[in-house]
């Protein structure tokens, strides 16, 4: 995708979340792993979408009723958090902070 590898220069071994588990949400996830990113974590809130970002080779996937996505991505990376975050959600009201640097 132009968008990980022209302006957003993913670097393999990069760390990459996605927020949002839709189609292009799941391309995202597919493209980013073939890129070597690592680790590609998928965040949303249907079970059944972040289970096939799972087969599509996300490393983790985090439900974020369930889970602070924040807290996760950091222990994921060592306290870094993401390298690059994209929010592929067409939705505005969407209660993730996926932006607030983690």
């Known amino acids: 995708m132009y968008g990980l590898t022209e ?14 588990p839709g189609p292009i949400g799941l ?13 590609v974590i ?24 369930e889970e602070n996505a924040v807290d996760v991505v950091r222990a994921l990376t060592g306290g870094i958090g993401r390298g690059l975050c994209g929010r592929v959600r067409g939705h505005g ?6 932006y607030s640097h983690g």
Do not use: F, W
Not at 7 to 13: N, Q, R, S
Not at 34 to 39: M, N, Q, T, V
Not at 44 to 65: F, H, P, W
């Open 7 to 20: 302006l957003g220069g993913l670097v393999a071994g990069e760390s990459v979340v996605v927020i949002g």
């Open 27 to 39: 391309l995202a996830v597919a493209v980013a792993k073939a890129l070597g990113a690592s680790p």
């Open 42 to 65: 998928l965040t949303g809130t249907r079970n059944k979408r972040l289970a096939i970002g799972k087969e599509l080779g996300a490393d983790r996937v985090i439900n974020v009723a």
């Open 93 to 98: 009201g969407y209660r993730q902070s996926g």
